[in-house]
């Protein structure tokens, strides 16, 4: 089973940028999706990007879009997602999941298991 664990959290003020890493260990397919899903307290768990491992492709949740990049390291089984011109609106745990055997890009959390335990950004004004 993969197993992905999210790392770069962290303080930064608005403006500013964060790039975090999701490493999954386990055997990973071509046919996987790997998600960044975001959830403040008392909010919902909201889809925020995703990429697919074989090709690359990608998608993105309005509200990241032009600011956010998400992109992967096969050789390395990473996903990243680099954020710049954080928003205060942007401070969230962020997750990273894996979605299995998908012919598109899911962007709702039931599709997705194998979740890492979140990483805390905080955007300061």
């Known amino acids: 089973q993969v197993q992905p664990v999210e790392s770069g959290g962290g303080l930064v003020q608005a403006g500013g940028s964060l790039r975090l890493s999701c490493a999954a260990s386990?055997?990973?397919?071509?046919?996987?999706?790997m998600g960044w899903f975001r959830q403040a307290p008392g909010k919902e768990r909201d889809f925020v990007a995703a990429i697919s491992w074989s090709a690359g492709s990608t998608a993105y949740a309005d509200s990241v879009k032009g600011r956010f990049t998400v992109s992967r390291d096969i050789a390395k089984n990473t996903v990243y997602l680099q954020m710049n011109s954080l928003k205060p609106e942007d401070t969230a745990v962020y997750y990273c999941?894996?979605?299995?055997?998908?012919?598109?890009?899911?962007?709702?959390?039931?599709?997705?298991?194998?979740w890492g335990q979140g990483t805390q950004v905080t955007v300061s004004s």
């Open positions: 999941a894996v979605a299995r055997g998908y012919g598109y890009l899911p962007r709702s959390s039931l599709n997705y298991d194998s």
């Open positions: 386990g055997r990973t397919f071509s046919t996987y999706a």
